[in-house]
């Protein structure tokens, strides 16, 4: 079993920062890609930030330049600086992690966190 815990989420007002971090824990080899979604309430589900093992990267155009998505292999963990925020970043931010890799060499697709509430408010 993989576990996604994510952290670092609050109330900012905007312009302000916050960095969101994402532990995954288990018994890992390796983790192929990492993403942070977000879902505001009343829309879909989005895709803020994505990340593979590679470290390529891509983001959505909403938060380009504002926003850098990053991770630590070593640690299965992944992170999100978010900068100049703004009110329509309010949402609830959830980590996922697919195409992991056990050290019993098992193969685990599609693993979500819980979410951590990102608001942001004057």
């Known amino acids: 079993q993989v576990q996604l815990v994510e952290s670092g989420g609050g109330l900012v007002q905007p312009g302000g920062s916050l960095r969101l971090s994402c532990a995954a824990s288990g018994s890992i080899d390796s983790i192929n890609t990492m993403a942070w979604y977000r879902q505001a309430p009343g829309k879909e589900r989005e895709l803020v930030a994505g990340?593979?093992?590679?470290?390529?990267?891509n983001y959505a155009d909403s938060v380009k330049g504002r926003f850098t998505i990053s991770r630590d292999n070593r640690q299965n963990t992944m992170y999100l600086q978010m900068n100049s925020l703004k009110p329509e970043d309010t949402a609830v931010y959830s980590c996922y992690a697919d195409r992991i890799i056990t050290t019993r060499k098992d193969r685990l697709f599609e693993n979500w966190g819980q979410g951590t509430l990102v608001t942001v408010s004057s």
């Open positions: 990340i593979t093992i590679a470290g390529s990267t």
